[in-house]
Structure formats: C-alpha cells, structure tokens
C-alpha cells in the first residue's frame, strides 16, 4: 500500500529528536521550558514577524488570535467555505458568526464573494492558504483596509509558502498555524503558533493560553490552559532546522505530477512569484469518486481535503454563505501521495495508474 501520509521518524531523524528529548528530560521544565522561548524567537523571525506564542493546537492558535483580536459576541468573520472544520469552530468559539465565502479554482477564497458578504457586523477576514498555496492575500488586505477590517490569516497548510517572497503567515494583522504531526513542519504531537506584530496581541494570548491569568495567580479573563509543551517545541526546533528540504522535495515530486498528468486530470499550478509549500497534492477530475475507489483497489491510498464544506456541516446547516462554486469543486478534488518519502517508482505507479484510469 503505498500511504497518502507517512508520518514514521525515519531512523536518519530519530537520534536528533532522542537527544532534544532527553535534554529535556535532564532540565526537568515541560512547561514554558528553554526550548519554547527559543522556538518562538526563531519562528518569528523566520516570518520576519516581531512575536510567537506557542500555544496547545492550530485550532487553540484561531481561537486565541481571535479573542486577542477582541472579536466575540455579535461580531461576524468571513472566512472560506473549503477548510477543515477548525477554521468554523474556532470563530464560533470565539462568541462570533463565521460567515462563509464562495472559492476559486485554486481553491482558495474567493474576493468577490467576501465583498458581497461584508456587513456592519462584520469585524474580520479570515483566509485559508489552502494545501499550501498563499491565497489572493493582497487583494483580502485591500478589501479589509476599505472597510477597516483585521485580517487573521489560517497559514495551517501553508507554513514555508510564500508569495513575491513573502511568507505566509507575514500578511495578516496576525497569523495562526498548526503544527501537528501532518504538516509540513509537525510536532509528535498537538501544537500551534500565532505570529504578530503587535506586543498587545502577544501580552494576550500569554494571558489567554494560560487559564486567563497573570502571575499564575490572578485570572483577569475567562480562557481554558492552552500552552504548547516543552518536548513539542524541542522537536519542533529542531525539525526547523531542516523543514524547507522538505518543502523542496515536495516542490519536485509536484511538478513531476504536473508535467505527467496535466493532460488527463486537473493538476494544481505554482503561478509566477508563488513558492508553494505543499501541504497536499490536490487534483480535480471527473468521476472522482471511482478514481478514489479505483486507486485503493490498485494499492494507492488518497484522501479527500475537505468532502463537505464547512456551511454544509450539521453544526453550521443555514449558515449566511455563497458557495456555488465551491459546491462543483469539492464533488472533483483528490489529494494523492505526495509527502517527501514516496519514492519514484511509487510516484510513477500512481501516474500511470492514474493515466489508466482515464484511458490515457
């Protein structure tokens, strides 16, 4: 079975994290250790960004940034429809309405409808680069500077990406990422970060991230523990190290895809200016249901990123959004194997299983 995600520590990896492991096992501290300071001081500088909290989870990371964005009750975000439900269930936690936009063909928001969308109520922008590809950003930062509206940018998928040179998660008023063991830069573990510029945003997800309190003793706002543990922040320091060779990795067996299979399906494009990181490998064609069922039959496992748009979900069912095109979308998207550790003889199976498929 060749795995969609393979997420084993390769044995190259695994004495490196065994030694930042056990030095953290040596000084003792689990919370708030040495290595959290230093993670959050590099990764903020990584992004050209002045501060990083570390906190438990990317979906904690949306959920701090908005309330230290002071957003909640009656307050209205938009937000994209094709996301992992977090990006819905950290604005509704928050106390304010997600509100859904429409997306393009790249599969990122769509700037058209987020105008169309804009109320009085509405208080913020919250765009996906989605499967590693920066979204229309500048256009967003426009359209929030005309109606003076913040920008949260969800730069889960899309850690090391960029645009014209910069990266994601540089845009926004603040930027929320999630470090779990499937992205591309990943803990062992749960864990997330908020980037900003803004000391006042950074002094209040300190607050928030711990039970609302100062001084560990007194609780100045309502909030629940989400700090990130020091041993996630050691492997994550010192998977930083050596992150952007897997984003190029990626990058190769990307467009080894594409210059294969962009005569039979569509294949995602790197426009000009654009790095992508990579997240996932999204392909769009027809009768995507079978192609799925097909490649498993054949031994290739693939994914669906995401099968029901967020405004369709139980929970948010009646929600205000424009979906037209993202209703087409999500009936022909497939992610396919495209993590650094498949090989080229797997590659080129999945290639010409696909081609097969399509009777090419």
Known sequence: MIRFMNLAVTESERDSLIQVILQVFNHGIFINGPELTEFESKIAKFHNRKYANGVCSGSGALLYALRALEIGMGDEVITTSLSWIATANAIASSGATPIFADVDSDLNINIESIEKLITHKTKAILPVHYAGRVCKIDEVLKLAKENNLKVLEDASQAIGASKNGILAGSFGDVSAFSLNPMKVL????????????????????DILRYNGTINKES???????????????????????????????????????????????????????????????????????????????????????????MPEQIAYKGSKCIIDNAQKIVKQILCIPANEKITKNEQDYIIERIRRFYGK
């Open 186 to 205: 990943g803990a062992l573990g749960e864990a997330g970060v908020v980037l900003s510029d803004n000391k006042e945003i950074k002094e209040r997800i």
């Open 219 to 309: 609780c100045i706002a309502v909030s629940l523990n989400g700090r990130m543990d020091t041993l996630q922040a050691s492997i994550l320091l010192e998977r930083l190290r050596t992150f952007t060779n897997i984003i190029e990795k990626r990058r190769e067996i990307a467009y080894y895809y594409h210059k294969h299979l962009e005569d039979v399906v569509k294949t995602p494009l790197e426009n000009e200016g654009e790095k992508n990181s990579w997240y996932s490998y999204t392909i769009m064609g027809e009768d995507r249901d079978y192609l799925q069922k097909y490649l498993l039959e054949h031994g290739i496992e693939t994914k669906i990123q995401h099968p029901i748009l």
